[in-house]
């Protein structure tokens, strides 16, 4: 049996985790005006939300909602900055409980993993392995079952008040992403299957932990009942690697069953079996043995941002040091694959760019040999 942990609730309703957890979610986002209503008098703020919590009055506000193309279409849904406070309180205690019991092959969302150290993974995979199946799980959030959502997190948590602090969130987001869900019939549903409460909103902190402790069962499963020696996953993308194309046709036919108690199924077409050596196309790379290409539309994504960029340094509506730190985010990012004449080209065919900006850019992306914009 799991361990399951009391008295959790006097930890997340606490004023000092109260505090930290404000001081979270206000991070980078203190010129945002509903944050600043709330710090206008925030122990008051605190005071308040930490009443309603311990009396059991809290109740979450409404989302807002919007699309964003990343490069998916995808509802992005933003809970009330309260919300976001109460959202890092109780992370803040639970998530601790269920990070020890992740896999180390799970990289999204968890301190010290992230999108490179996944790319780096899988290149050290793809050394080892002539073969891999890549999978990714079709609509995944608005897919989720909160039902067994709940069930999975009451293993852990034992506490009741904490608890119902978890419906009251689960049940503030469902229904958000609704209209993003198309049907799904499993072996045994009857007609009142459309009723189940799912989905979980797409930019809470909670969801994206959430996510984890629920695709956490398919890691146990992959990991312990298939044995699969290289396997990795980022969110709902995962790789199996291995010796032979037939094992991984076998695990993928056994995954398929698994994530259907799970309520999830994955993308029939783009989850297939194929050799490293073409290349595997992760997390905006096409990953090699020896090499990484950034996507295509990785870079035209960006070029056509640069050139937005420029028009707005015109009309005075950015400053250099704004452009400067956009430009070296996407260039640290690009650096983690061979992109150098890509990031070359885009760089130096820009003339909007100040000479200080371009300095700092070069410093972010230079080439050991001080090749610069001829």
Same mark, same amino acid.
């Given at each position: 049996m799991p361990k399951r942990f009391n008295h959790l609730y006097d930890e997340v309703t606490s004023f000092e985790n109260?505090?930290?957890?404000?001081?979270?979610?206000?991070?980078?986002?203190?010129?945002? !005006?509903?944050? !600043?209503?709330?710090?206008?008098d925030v122990e008051a703020a605190l005071c308040r939300l930490q009443d309603e919590l311990v009396a059991q009055t809290y109740r979450p506000g409404?989302?807002? *909602?919007?699309?964003?193309?990343?490069?998916?279409?995808?509802l992005i849904s933003a809970a009330?900055?309260?919300?976001?406070?109460?959202?890092?309180a109780l992370c803040n205690v639970i998530e601790p409980l269920f990070e020890r019991t992740f896999i180390g092959d799970s990289y999204a969302n968890r301190v010290g993993k992230g999108t490179h150290a996944a790319l780096d993974r899988a290149q050290a995979f793809s050394r080892r392995y002539p073969y891999v199946l890549q999978c990714d799980v079709e609509q995944f959030f608005p897919s989720i079952d909160l039902t067994l959502l709940r069930g999975i997190l009451a293993r852990k948590i034992a506490d009741p008040q904490a608890l119902w602090l978890v419906d009251q969130i689960l049940a503030g987001g469902a229904g958000v992403l609704a209209h993003e869900y198309e049907m799904v019939y499993f072996p045994g549903d009857d007609l009142f299957a459309v009723e189940r409460p799912r989905g979980l909103p797409i930019g809470n902190l909670t969801s994206q932990f959430w996510a984890n402790v629920y695709l956490n069962e398919l890691d146990q499963f992959v990991k312990r009942e298939l044995r699969?020696?290289?396997?990795?996953?980022?969110?709902?993308?995962?790789?199996?690697?291995a010796d032979e194309k037939r094992a991984l046709w076998a695990w993928k036919d056994a995954i398929q069953g698994f994530l259907a108690g799970l309520r999830l199924t994955i993308h029939a077409r783009e989850s297939t079996v194929y050799p490293v050596s073409t290349g595997i196309p992760f997390l905006g790379f096409r990953v090699y043995s020896d090499h990484?290409?950034?996507?295509?539309?990785?870079?035209?994504?960006?070029?056509?941002?640069?050139?937005?960029?420029?028009?707005?340094? !015109?009309?005075?509506?950015?400053s250099p040091a704004e452009l400067s730190l956009r430009v070296q985010g996407w260039v640290a990012h690009a650096a983690h694959g061979n992109t150098w004449g890509l990031r070359r080209a885009l760089l130096c065919s820009t003339q *909007?760019?100040?000479?200080?900006?371009?300095?700092e850019v070069a410093a972010t992306a230079a080439k050991p040999t001080g090749v610069g914009c001829g």
């Open positions: 109260l505090y930290v957890a404000y001081r979270k979610a206000a991070r980078g986002k203190r010129g945002q !005006a509903p944050v !600043a209503t709330f710090e206008f409404p989302y807002t *909602s919007f699309y964003i193309r990343d490069p998916k279409h995808r009330p900055f309260r919300d976001r406070v109460v959202h890092h699969c020696p290289a396997y990795l996953r980022y969110v709902d993308d995962f790789l199996l690697f990484r290409r950034l996507k295509r539309r990785n870079g035209v994504a960006f070029a056509r941002r640069l050139r937005l960029w420029r028009r707005q340094i !015109a009309r005075g509506e950015l *909007s760019q100040t000479d200080a900006v371009r300095l």
